[in-house]
């Protein structure tokens, strides 16, 4: 990695800290590189011509622009999937709060499918460890559901998406559904207020979980705001989790707090 960089990462992860202008005496500090403040200036110059960071004019210190954050999290937030054996609901309301993220949880039973019976050629049942999941009967689906014994039903949800069965995978995940909580409703109300587009698009799904069921894993935007979805495996059940919040928050500190680092 090159020195402009360098110094543009390094500002990024400051700023996120406390979205406040960066100052080149504060980067220098948190530098593993000796630099003079006035060689962090020359490069502040360099990455505001470029278009990566903008100086407020009340301010001696620098800024990323909403484009700057997008590109980091699209390297930092990848691969989040994890394993825990720690109450991941205690843990996630007391994170999100602290750093001002709306964090939606929805639980799924860790159900393995056990067997799949034809109830007189009018109904399905898929007997997932003696809970019943059962669909109109269809010799197609049978053959499918047959093939898929002993598989975990939420990796079977998500087969069923991938191969166009939608609407069965929604109702496999509302099956499996144990839980549903979400936490630190007041920063996607303040959005709500800022962006009435954005409210008028997504703020009713996402306070009602369908917004969860409907969207895939990984990273998403719209305009200033990032949307994050991961998985979060334990012993007895799976849970999905969805960020939502501004870029400028730290989610990078959100995720290592939840792996424990």
């Avoid at 060689?39 to 009340?58: D, E, M, V």
């Avoid at 056990?114 to 689906?141: A, M, Q, S, T």
């Avoid at 989790?241 to 989610?251: D, H």
Wanted: hydrophobic residues 35%; proline residues 2%; charged residues 25%.
């Amino acid at each position: 990695m090159d020195k402009k960089s360098y110094i543009l990462e390094k500002l990024v992860e400051e700023y996120i800290k406390v979205p406040e202008p960066v100052s080149s005496k504060q980067l220098q500090k948190s530098l593993d590189l000796s630099l003079s403040s006035a060689t962090i200036r020359y490069y502040f110059q360099k990455l505001s011509q470029n278009g990566a960071i903008t100086q407020p004019h009340i301010s001696s210190g620098r800024v990323p622009t909403v484009q700057t954050l997008k590109d980091f999290w699209k390297k930092r937030l990848e691969d989040t999937d994890m394993s825990s054996d720690e109450n991941i609901l205690k843990k996630l309301e007391h994170i999100s709060q602290k750093e001002h993220i709306f964090c939606e949880v929805t639980e799924y039973k860790r159900l393995f499918l056990n067997g799949v019976h034809n109830y007189d050629n009018r109904f399905l049942i898929c007997d997932f460890e003696n809970e019943d999941f059962i669909l109109p009967y269809n010799k197609n689906l049978e053959r499918f559901f047959s093939n898929q014994i002993g598989q975990e039903g939420l990796k079977l949800s998500q087969i069923c998406n991938d191969i166009g069965l939608i609407n069965i995978s929604k109702s496999l995940k509302r099956f499996l559904t144990r839980n549903f909580s979400h936490f630190m409703l007041k920063e996607v109300i303040e959005i709500a207020n800022e962006d009435m587009e954005w409210a008028n698009r997504f703020l009713p799904s996402l306070l009602d979980g369908t917004f969860m069921y409907n969207t895939k894993k990984g990273l998403k935007f719209y305009n200033s705001i990032l949307t994050f979805k991961f998985s979060v495996n334990q012993k007895n059940s799976c849970s999905e989790v969805l960020l939502v919040g501004r870029v400028y928050r730290n989610y990078l500190k959100l995720i290592n707090q939840l792996k424990g680092e």
